[in-house]
């Protein structure tokens, strides 16, 4: 079994690309500089690991990126979109008259536009994939996504990318459905993380959990999520649906 995980450099991307390898999986880990971190995993698991560069903001990289997971993996699946910025800045906007148009771009490039074309670059592989078992699209999403779950505002840029990501893949389970593809979306709460780093201090849960062990949680429940699954935007820790 064959997986591609964006955002592999670092964060939950890393833990994943660990945790797949540890199931004995075969896994395009997709980087878009050079991670010292999956370098070294590589020479762990050199027949097994692939690194490959990709920039979600550039089609002919998504392209690229597909092209070389198929040659090395043949089909795919599982495809994990990981990768993700709050905001280039680092911090999303607390007031719309912070908004930038080339900031805003970059997170909905990098969050929708990137993983959605990357969903079509590999559809034919993860079709190939589901004539023997259906294959799973992943998506890492973000509490703030919810729009009855939004009492605090801000963060502008990063809310509508990934309340547009659930949209997606919750469009991608239905036509999915027809091809034995399913399509989750998986919210891990807060995690020790660059991402989170300037909001650790605000965490709303009781922990502050990390890479590692939502990695771990992660593949656990798309190891035992079936079609009666698909569609879902779900808490990993409490198993509950969040409220679109
Ligand atoms: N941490 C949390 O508390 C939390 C909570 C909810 C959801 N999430 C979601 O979890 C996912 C992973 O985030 P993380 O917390 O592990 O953060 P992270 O450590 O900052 O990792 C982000 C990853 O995305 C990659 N990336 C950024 N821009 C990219 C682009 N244009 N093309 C390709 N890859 C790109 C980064 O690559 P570089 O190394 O090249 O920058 C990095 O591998 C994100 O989708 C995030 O929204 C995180």
Same mark, same amino acid.
């Given at each position: ?8 450099? =670092? ?9 797949? $390898?540890?199931?004995?999986? =075969? ?13 070294? $995993? ?5 027949? =097994?690991?692939?690194?490959?560069? $990709? ?19 043949? #089909? ?6 990981? %990768? ?36 079509? %670059? $590999? ?6 994939? %589901? ?25 502008? &840029? ?5 309340? /547009? ?17 399913? /399509? ?11 991402? /989170? ?40 820790? &409490?198993?509950? #649906?969040?409220?679109?």
């Amino acid at each position: 079994m064959s997986a591609f995980v964006t955002g592999a450099s =670092r964060g939950i991307g890393l833990a994943l690309v660990q945790g797949l $390898l540890r199931q004995g999986r =075969r896994v395009v880990a997709a980087q878009r500089g050079q991670s010292q971190a999956l370098q070294a $995993l590589h020479q762990e698991y050199p027949e =097994r690991l692939l690194p490959v560069k $990709l920039d979600l903001t550039d089609e002919a990289s998504i392209k690229s990126a597909a092209a070389e997971a198929e040659t090395f993996a043949g #089909d795919v699946q599982l495809l994990v979109h990981n %990768a993700g910025i709050m905001h280039p800045s680092g911090r999303g906007e607390n007031s719309v008259s912070r908004l930038e148009f080339n900031a805003f771009s970059q997170v909905l490039a990098t969050n929708v536009l990137g993983p959605a074309m990357l969903t079509k %670059a $590999l559809y034919p592989r993860l079709r190939a994939a %589901a004539a023997t078992e259906p294959s799973k699209v992943v998506a890492v999403g973000a509490g703030v996504a919810s729009l009855q779950g939004n009492q605090a505002g801000g963060w502008y &840029s990063y809310r509508a990318s990934k309340t /547009a990501m659930n949209a997606f893949m919750k469009n991608l389970s239905i036509e999915g459905a027809r091809h034995k593809v399913m /399509a989750f979306t998986l919210y891990p709460q807060m995690v020790d993380t660059a991402l /989170a780093k300037p909001y650790v201090k605000g965490n709303p849960y009781p922990e502050l959990r990390t890479p590692e062990e939502t990695a771990e949680r992660m593949l656990e429940l798309l190891q035992s999520f079936g079609p009666a699954d698909t569609g879902r935007f779900v808490n990993i820790w &409490s198993k509950e #649906d969040i409220p679109w």
